[in-house]
């Protein structure tokens, strides 16, 4: 094995791993925006339930609808920043372009070199796009978790203004 034959090996490797952090980010982002609708959904049958049953605003349901729609911006953001659709590089080559006459003009080690480059432009643009995912999802994670603060602070602003 030459020094070529190994240094793509190590980048297809690379480019692979970072690809399956994509892939594991996006089944945690797929989890916590489950658990913020599934939240959501209780917070609604609550207040449903409550002004069905007695029709009188509480300050503790002022509390819960605040906490619902503060769980409704965070699942908006973590829709907008981590599970909206976005292009992802490919592995390999297209092999269309890559029978391009013009390519004749080249050595083989000269375009293993280019494919190369194009590799490590790939790794970087993954690494990019996951380092911002996993950002905004631990934001994510961590408003919700401060969503109680949400109850006690709407409710509390209720209980003085009525």
């Not at 190369?116 to 432009?121: E, N, Y």
Request: glycine letters at 8%; charged letters at 15%.
């Amino acid at each position: 094995m030459d020094k070529l034959d190994w240094v793509e090996r190590g980048a297809d490797d690379n480019l692979k791993f970072r690809l399956q952090v994509t892939e594991m980010l996006a089944k945690e982002c797929a989890g916590m925006l489950l658990l913020l609708m599934t939240a959501i959904g209780g917070a609604l049958a609550y207040v449903v339930q409550v002004l069905d049953r007695t029709g009188a605003v509480t300050p503790l349901l002022l509390g819960v609808g605040g906490m619902m729609l503060w769980w409704m911006g965070v699942g908006v953001l973590l829709m907008w920043k981590c599970v909206l659709t976005r292009t992802i590089p490919v592995p390999g080559i297209m092999p269309v372009p890559a029978l391009d006459p013009a390519l004749d003009a080249y050595s083989l080690e000269q375009l293993r070199s280019f494919q190369l480059q194009h590799v490590q432009a790939s790794i970087e643009s993954v690494m990019r796009r996951n380092a911002c995912t996993a950002t905004w999802l631990d934001r994510c994670r961590l408003a919700f978790l401060a969503s109680p603060l949400w109850v006690g602070v709407v409710s509390a602003g209720a209980w003085l203004a009525l």
